[in-house]
Structure formats: C-alpha cells, structure tokens
C-alpha cells in the first residue's frame, strides 16, 4: 500500500504559481511512474505530468508544458509540481497518484495508477 498526500493548493491569480507537494509513505518503492490528475468540474480527470521514479523521465500534458515542472525529492519520499503562469483553465482538484509502471513517452490513464492522494485545490482567477 502507498498513501499519498497533496498539500500546497490555493487561490492564485492569472499568471501566478503554486508549487503542490505529493508526500509518499507506506511501499512506495513499488512505485515506479509518479503522475499528477487534474479534475475539472464536469470533466473527466486528465494526466498532468508524470515522472519516472528511476531513471527522472518526465512526460507533460501538452497544455502545460513549458508552464509545469515535475520533479522528486526520494529523500524525501515526496514528489512536486511547479505550476507557473497560471491560467484559469488550470483550475481543477490536482492528485497525487503512484502506478507500479511507467509507459514510454506517455502519462498513462488514469486506470494505470493505483495509489491516489485526497487531492488539493488550485483555482485561478
């Protein structure tokens, strides 16, 4: 079992950024992609970005490449994302999830990832 906590949400304006956090505990060496979900009011939940736990490979959304970062602390078990020039589409209930694989070159579905966090707020206005 892995448990995984989002913290770092909030309000922001247009063009502002927010740094969330993904803390890991529990087997998270069985965790070999780490992703970011988004969720929308209305729409079904999409991949961000996700990272290879291993080997640092990253893998963006096209809508948010160049504005967000993934990265990982394994020292920390913890794993972020840096969202910069913010944009109101952006606005979502962002999760944290953990998939035991890691697809080449894409994020995966959803159904691809077995632990999930409680998800945090980021809303832009």
């Known amino acids: 079992h892995v448990q995984l906590v989002e913290s770092g949400g909030g309000s922001v304006q247009a063009g502002g950024s927010l740094r969330l956090s993904c803390a890991g505990s529990?087997?998270?060496?069985?965790?070999?992609?780490m992703g970011w979900f988004r969720q929308a009011p209305g729409k079904e939940r999409e991949g961000v970005a996700r990272?290879?736990?291993?080997?640092?490979?990253?893998v963006y959304a096209d809508s948010v490449k160049g504005r967000f970062t993934i990265s990982q602390d394994n020292a920390k078990n913890t794993v972020y994302l840096q969202m910069n020039s913010l944009k109101p589409e952006d606005t979502a209930l962002y999760y944290c999830?953990?998939?035991?694989?890691?697809?080449?070159?894409?994020?995966?579905?959803?159904?691809?990832?077995?632990?999930w966090g409680q998800g945090t707020q980021v809303t832009v206005s």
């Open positions: 990272i290879n736990v291993k080997y640092g490979i990253t």
């Open positions: 999830a953990a998939s035991g694989r890691c697809t080449l070159g894409r994020i995966g579905s959803a159904d691809d990832y077995t632990g």
């Open positions: 529990g087997d998270t060496y069985s965790s070999y992609c």
